[in-house]
């Protein structure tokens, strides 16, 4: 079941992204917690750029990464899942073992949920 149909890619990330947010939320709520005063924390400010840097880095790895390999995936092999995530788990490798360790898992899992998600809506529904 192949779909070259770029308006169904284009569904297929914006649910990925959004979807992919859930997990960062939980995990920033886990990490920072939820403060008491809302609005005299600084907290608004902090969601607001979180949003914006999620919603950027989200766009240019979809424009720059998964667009393309999308694209290759459906034009040269089959779209099975672990085309999907076999690159993202190579990046995540790269990145961990020349950059940094925390940053490859946290880039890392957000996007293989991405991935899998967008390969879900994409390919199953």
């Known amino acids: 079941m ?4 770029f308006e169904n ?5 914006i649910k ?3 979807w992919g947010f859930i997990p960062l939320a939980g995990y920033l709520v886990y990490e ?3 403060p008491k005063n809302f609005a005299v924390s600084g907290w608004p400010l902090f ?12 766009l240019i790895g979809w424009l720059f990464l998964g667009f393309p390999l999308n694209w290759l995936i459906n034009k040269y092999l089959s779209p099975k899942i672990y085309f999907y ?5 190579i990046l995540t490798l790269l990145l961990g073992f020349f950059v940094s360790s925390e940053l490859a898992v946290f880039l890392g899992i957000f996007s293989i949920i ?3 998600i967008f390969w879900y809506y994409a ?3």
Request: net charge positive; charged share 10%; no cysteine.
């Open 9 to 13: 890619w284009l569904d297929s990330a």
């Open 47 to 58: 969601i607001t750029l979180t949003i914006i840097v999620y919603l950027m880095g989200s």
């Open 85 to 89: 995530l076999m690159p993202l788990v």
């Open 16 to 18: 990925s992204i959004v």
């Open 2 to 5: 192949m779909s070259r149909n």
């Open 114 to 116: 991405q991935a899998a």
């Open 32 to 34: 920072i917690g939820i």
């Open 123 to 125: 390919f199953k529904t």
